[in-house]
């Protein structure tokens, strides 16, 4: 669901990780940490969040 909804929100709405954890105050290290632990990482480049392989 945290997967879902920090995609679309970097997607349709901003341009970094850390525009989004700003406007939705919100922890950008919070989410890292939670989606690494799922097996995910940040994609600057990409602007999403992507599964490590």
Do not use: C, H
């Amino acid at each position: 669901m945290l997967l879902s909804w920090a995609n679309m929100k970097l997607r349709d709405l901003y341009p970094s990780l850390g525009e989004l954890a700003v406007a939705e105050s919100a922890d950008a290290a919070e989410i890292t940490g939670k989606l690494e632990a799922a097996g995910y990482f940040y994609d600057s480049e990409k602007n999403q969040f992507v599964i490590r392989g």
